[in-house]
């Protein structure tokens, strides 16, 4: 298990949710959070505490903002516009 320097382990755990799993590693000795699709993603979405405080500061705004992007992809598929 990663130590995080100040004697703390950090536990090799996951968390399954409706849109993949979250697990925890370290980059030059520091936290990291791993959000994936999956065992076998390729390119999982990685971030440190930073990003972490960042991303809670503005989770309304994501929130909203992915609102809008489903509202405007279902517009789309409902028109007959091609899926991403």
Do not use: T
Not at 38 to 64: C, Q, S, T
Request: charged share 30%; net charge negative.
């Amino acid at each position: 298990m990663p130590g995080l320097g100040c004697g703390l382990q950090i536990m090799e755990s996951r968390k399954e949710f409706h849109m993949g799993e979250i697990s925890f590693d370290e980059y030059k000795g520091r936290a990291m959070m791993v959000i994936s699709n999956g065992p076998n993603d390729r390119f999982p979405f990685k971030f440190g505490l930073k990003k972490a405080k960042m991303v809670v500061e503005h989770i309304e705004d994501i929130k909203k903002w992915v609102a809008e992007q489903e509202a405007m992809q279902a517009s789309l598929k409902a028109d007959g516009e091609p899926e991403e």
